[in-house]
């Protein structure tokens, strides 16, 4: 398979940037998951409106509700827990 171009041409184009977990400290381990899931609960609940503005079924739409009452309460909960 002939993918065209050098070596370094191919390193400029497709390399991404290594993240390597060998110099964290734990701390730092800690926030990032922490920042993960917090970013991944608000893209959920940003998911979950959206769904429910255009929902039309009503059982659905008490599903997106609570789904989406749940997600917040979770979100709340980090967010009270890190300030402990």
Do not use: S
């Not at 977990?21 to 917090?38: F, G, P, R, S």
Request: proline fraction near 1%; hydrophobic fraction near 30%; aromatic fraction near 6%.
């Amino acid at each position: 398979m002939d993918l065209g171009g050098t070596t370094a041409e191919y390193d400029r184009k497709f390399a991404t940037p290594v993240v390597t977990h060998i110099n964290q400290t734990d701390e730092e381990k800690v926030a990032l998951e922490y920042n993960a899931h917090v970013e991944a609960l608000e893209t959920l609940a940003t998911d979950l409106r959206n769904c429910l503005e255009h929902a039309t079924d009503e059982k659905y739409k008490r599903y997106l509700a609570v789904k989406l009452d749940r997600t917040n309460q979770r979100l709340e909960q980090l967010r009270t827990e890190a300030t402990k």
